[in-house]
C-alpha cells in the first residue's frame, strides 16, 4: 500500500516538474518574428584550460558570421544562406528562419583577449581560453 | 492485465520478416532514418499504436492526419519489411509498458527479427567522415546474424532508453533483436549518421535505399529539425542517457 503511495507520489511530482517545463518554453520564443532569427542548437564544453562553444549553424553563408563580445556577453550572429520556409506550417507561416542569434555570459575567468572562432561544415566551434594560473610564492 | 498500449491495425497486417524501429533520440539518428525510409520506399500505413503515454498531438501531412506512431508495411520480392515510426520521444514514464506491448505484438505477428535503427554519442562526431555503425544482438542467432554479415559487434557499455527497454524484453522472451547504432552527435540532429545506418540495413537486409539524397539535404535537414532535437533533449534528460558515457563495473 505505502509502495503504491510513495510510487503515485512520484508520478505526480514528474508530472508536475514536467508541466513546469512546458510552461516555462511556451513563453520562450522560438522564432524572432521581426527578424527572422532563431537561436541555434549548441552545447559548452569544459575542457580543463578552455571553455569550447560548439554551435550547429547549418545554411550559413560564412562571411555573415559575427562573434562579438558586448560587456560580459558573447553573441554568435550569422545569417542563412538562403531562408528557412515552413510555409505550411501555420506557427511559421508568416515569417522565415533567415538567420541565428546566440547570447551567453562569459564566465569571470576567462582570457577574452584570447577568444578563436572557427566554422566548418555547418558547425562553429569558439574557443575561450581560461586566465593563466599563476603561483604566488608563500613567503 | 490491460495495457495501456493500443496496436491498431488499418489494414491486415501480415507478418514479417523484419520490423524496423526508428524513434527521436540521439542525433535523431533513427528519425531521420525511418522517415527517409519510409518515404523512399513508397510505403503503406498499416496501423497506428496510440496511448495515454503519448502526447496529445495528431500530425497533418499533404491535409491528412497522421497519428504520431505508425507501421508502415513494405515488400520486396523476396523480404517484408514493417517500419515503426514515432515522430515524438516517448516518456520514460511510458517505456516499460510500451516495449511489453511491442513484444507482444511482434510475436503475435509472427515477426521474424525486430532490428532499431538509432546512434550512440561519440565527441568526436565532428572529425568523423564515416561514422562507424555497432550492432546489438540479443540471441545467440542474433550475434552470428552480425558476424556473418561482418558487423563490429557493440561489446561494451549501456544502452539506455526506449531502444534498451525493447533489447531487454527480447532477451527476456526470446525474440531476435538487433540494434544498429551510428556514432553520432548526441544533441544536433545527424543525417549523416542517418545514412550510416541505413547503408547497414540495405547491406544485412537486402533494402536497397539511396543514401546519396539525404547527405545532400544535410544541412537543410539540420536546420528543420532543429526545435525536434530540443524537445527530444528534454526526454533524453530523463530517460537515463548519461548512462551511456558511463563504463559499467563489468568492464573492470
Known amino acids: 500500500m505505502e509502495g503504491w503511495f510513495e510510487e503515485s507520489f512520484r508520478e505526480l511530482r514528474r508530472e508536475l516538474k514536467r508541466l513546469l517545463r512546458e510552461v516555462e518554453k511556451m513563453v520562450e520564443p522560438i522564432i524572432d518574428a521581426e527578424t527572422g532569427e532563431v537561436e541555434p542548437l549548441y552545447e559548452v564544453i569544459d575542457a580543463g584550460d578552455k571553455l569550447v562553444v560548439r554551435v550547429d549553424m547549418p545554411k550559413v553563408n560564412k562571411n555573415s558570421i559575427e562573434v562579438l563580445r558586448a560587456g560580459s556577453k558573447l553573441v554568435i550572429k550569422a545569417g542563412m544562406k538562403e531562408p528557412v520556409r515552413l510555409c505550411d506550417i501555420p506557427f511559421y507561416s508568416r515569417c522565415e528562419v533567415t538567420g541565428y542569434r546566440l547570447e551567453l555570459e562569459i564566465p569571470p575567468d576567462i582570457d577574452v583577449e584570447r577568444i578563436q572562432a572557427a566554422y566548418k561544415s555547418g558547425y562553429l566551434e569558439v574557443t575561450l581560453p581560461k586566465q593563466r594560473v599563476y603561483r604566488i610564492k608563500v613567503e | 492485465m490491460k495495457s495501456s498500449w493500443s496496436f491498431m491495425e488499418v489494414k491486415e497486417v501480415p507478418g514479417a520478416d523484419y520490423l524496423v524501429i526508428g524513434m527521436p533520440d540521439v542525433g535523431l539518428v533513427g528519425l531521420i532514418a525511418s522517415t527517409y525510409l519510409v518515404k523512399n520506399l513508397n510505403t503503406n500505413v498499416v496501423a497506428y499504436v496510440d496511448s495515454p503515454y503519448l502526447p496529445p498531438v495528431i500530425i497533418y501531412h499533404e491535409a491528412q492526419p497522421y497519428p504520431v506512431m505508425r507501421i508502415h508495411s513494405y515488400t520486396t520480392q523476396d523480404r517484408s519489411f514493417l517500419f515503426l515510426v514515432s515522430e515524438v520521444a516517448m516518456s520514460p514514464s511510458g517505456v516499460y509498458s510500451f516495449s511489453r506491448k511491442l513484444i507482444e505484438w511482434t510475436q503475435a505477428k509472427d515477426i521474424d527479427r525486430i532490428l532499431l535503427i538509432g546512434g550512440v554519442p561519440t565527441p568526436q562526431r565532428m572529425k ?125
Not at chain 2, 158 to 169: C, D, H, Q, R, T
Not at chain 2, 184 to 212: C, M, Q, R
Request: proline share 5%; glycine share 6%; hydrophobic share 40%.
Open chain 2, 128 to 252: 568523423l567522415e564515416k561514422p562507424m555503425v555497432y550492432a546489438a544482438g540479443v540471441t545467440t542467432d542474433d550475434i552470428s546474424f552480425l558476424e556473418k554479415n561482418g558487423l563490429n559487434l557493440f561489446r561494451e557499455g549501456f544502452v539506455s532508453g526506449p531502444y534498451a527497454m525493447i533489447l531487454k524484453e527480447c532477451y527476456l522472451k526470446s525474440v531476435k533483436g538487433v540494434a544498429l547504432l551510428a556514432e553520432s552527435f548526441l544533441n544536433y540532429p545527424d543525417p549523416g549518421a542517418a545514412a550510416a545506418v541505413i547503408t547497414v540495413l540495405n547491406s544485412i537486409t537486402g533494402l536497397k535505399v539511396n543514401v546519396e539524397p539525404l547527405l545532400e539535404q544535410e544541412e537543410e535537414i539540420r536546420a528543420r529539425l532543429r526545435e525536434t532535437m530540443k524537445r527530444t533533449m528534454e526526454t533524453m534528460r530523463e530517460s537515463g542517457k548519461a548512462y551511456e558515457f558511463t563504463v559499467p563495473a563489468m568492464y573492470m
